[in-house]
């Protein structure tokens, strides 16, 4: 797998082994193997604080810039140049998580941080862990925690909704066929932890109806449900209401798409509560815990 390395040009040689993290997100990570000669031109004012032998080799970021930062060297700031990786900015925005995962990953085992990267233009989140990651969210749904439901919501839906976490919340991005994935994923979280994920490959109805999330020739990914092992999630509703199909999943009967539920059941105005009942949650949580946080995902990669 091609090797990608992050470049500081600056005004003199350096040797320079640290990665530049900052708190906001991993769009102003880069980690800084290599060093080239060249030319800056100072776009700000160096730090107010001063540069001295003891703080020899401190870095400065920019905040005002998406690539520069300071360094001090010989008791003087010097402006340094990051050459950006794919995703970490607007302008160098990728074509989806997987185009990401290619394109950074040194090898097999070491693969970009799961987070928010840019990606056709808008900022999404990107799981880069799971199944060998290159993940592109694309919906999710918080189910008792999300409200008023409305049509809105579907995973077939037009409307649009950033998909930059898969904290608590819900979000849409329509259109999902152009991110050219040949494989999606479902994922039940519980507080930001995995308890079920499955992926088939990508079917092309979930941007039209509530069949697309029918997992086609599925593959376990994971499974810590208690009960009803193993059995894929699918679309669902309860008492042969279809109201919720595009928004409720059941792992319990998944070919019976108006029986059960393991997410919520009821209508859209009055959505009833289900959540883990046909799962359980590992024992670690509850032996038979039920109605207490879960979030749905759906990636395609």
């Avoid at 798409?257 to 590992?282: A, F, K, M, V």
């Amino acid at each position: 797998m091609q090797k990608i390395i992050a470049t500081i040009w600056i005004i003199g040689f350096v040797t320079v082994n640290s990665q530049l993290t900052s708190s906001t997100s991993p769009s102003t990570d880069f980690n800084v193997t290599d060093v080239v000669h060249h030319n800056v031109v100072k776009k700000s004012s160096p730090p107010s604080s001063q540069c001295t032998s003891s703080s020899e080799r401190a870095i400065k970021a920019d905040l005002s810039s998406d690539d520069l930062i300071w360094i001090c060297k010989t008791d003087e700031w010097i402006p340094y140049r990051i050459e950006p990786s794919l995703g970490n900015i607007k302008s160098l925005s990728a074509d989806s998580c997987k185009h990401i995962r290619e394109v950074l990953a040194t090898d097999c085992t070491n693969r970009p941080n799961s987070g928010v990267y840019w990606v056709q233009d808008k900022q999404v989140y990107c799981d880069m862990t799971t199944d060998g990651g290159g993940w592109t969210l694309v919906w999710q749904h918080s189910y008792m925690e999300t409200s008023p439901l409305s049509t809105n919501m579907y995973y077939f839906s037009d409307y649009y909704k950033a998909c930059a976490t898969y904290a608590s919340g819900w979000c849409n991005i329509p259109n999902k066929k152009r991110f050219n994935p040949t494989e999606q994923m479902i994922v039940a979280y519980h507080k930001g932890t995995i308890v079920w994920a499955y992926k088939g490959v990508f079917n092309y109805n979930i941007d039209h109806d509530w069949t697309g999330g029918v997992l086609v020739d599925f593959k376990k990914i994971a499974d810590q449900c208690t009960r009803n092992i193993e059995i894929l999630p699918a679309p669902s509703t309860h008492s042969k209401n279809p109201n919720l199909l595009g928004l409720a999943f059941d792992k319990h009967s998944p070919y019976n798409y108006l029986q059960n539920c393991d997410t919520i059941w009821g209508s859209l105005d009055s959505p009833g509560e289900c959540r883990w009942h046909d799962c359980y949650l590992p024992s670690v949580v509850s032996a038979k815990a039920t109605q207490t946080q879960q979030t749905v995902a759906i990636y395609v990669r």
